[in-house]
């Protein structure tokens, strides 16, 4: 369970079904904008807001440049 307004690596992956792996990923990403990496005695670890959400990433390729578009 999350203490006060941060989760874990962890308690992020469980809430969404998915791996914590993954969720290292979409941090790298940018799907949890909020993430922030916090120094503790045995090592960094990330924290995610709570609530936990996270932004909707794009799928395949990026969209063409509004010069390409014209052409």
């Known amino acids: 369970m999350p ?4 989760g874990t690596v962890t308690e992020a992956a469980v809430h969404f079904g998915i791996t914590r792996q993954r969720v ?14 916090v120094s503790m005695p045995w090592g960094a670890v990330w924290l995610l807001p709570f ?5 909707t990433l794009r799928i ?3 969209p063409k440049a509004e010069e390409e578009r014209d052409e």
């Open 24 to 37: 290292h990923r979409l941090i790298a990403k940018g799907a949890f904008e909020d993430a922030k990496r």
């Open 3 to 6: 203490v006060g307004r941060w």
């Open 60 to 62: 395949g390729r990026p």
């Open 51 to 55: 609530p936990f959400s996270r932004r």
